[in-house]
């Protein structure tokens, strides 16, 4: 059995990652590298998260609202060079509550 944490990182924390990303790309237009580099990410990954090949699951973005908006908050917070690992976990903890989180995690779990 995978617990919910698991599923965060396999499923939730890219899609959160390809939001805040293609925030940080299309409205403070930053280019890849800075991207990368504030997000201690590679450049590879960004240009991935942009394409939409990694981390863009359209269904968890739909049906939990809170990481669309916190994808701002932590967006501006990288803009910024702020510390945005806080605003992450918080998230995290946030979507766990999240009835359709648990939805999505008892389909991925195969409970």
């Given amino acids: 059995m995978k617990l919910p944490c698991e599923i965060i990182v396999k499923e939730v924390l890219p899609t959160i ?3 805040v990303v293609f925030i ?12 990368a580099e504030k ?12 394409q939409k090949t990694r981390g863009r699951n359209r269904k968890i973005l739909d ?4 990481i669309k908006e916190k994808s701002k908050e932590i967006a501006k917070t990288v ?9 992450l976990c918080d998230l995290c903890k946030d979507i766990r509550k999240n009835k359709e989180f648990y939805r999505i995690y008892k389909k991925v779990a195969n409970l």
């Fill in 63 to 66: 049906n939990i609202p809170e």
């Fill in 17 to 19: 990652r390809s939001a």
């Fill in 79 to 87: 803009f910024n060079d702020g510390d945005y690992l806080n605003s």
């Fill in 24 to 35: 940080l790309y299309n409205e403070y237009k930053l280019t890849q590298t800075e991207i």
């Fill in 39 to 50: 997000m201690g990410i590679t450049q590879a990954s960004v240009n991935q998260y942009i």
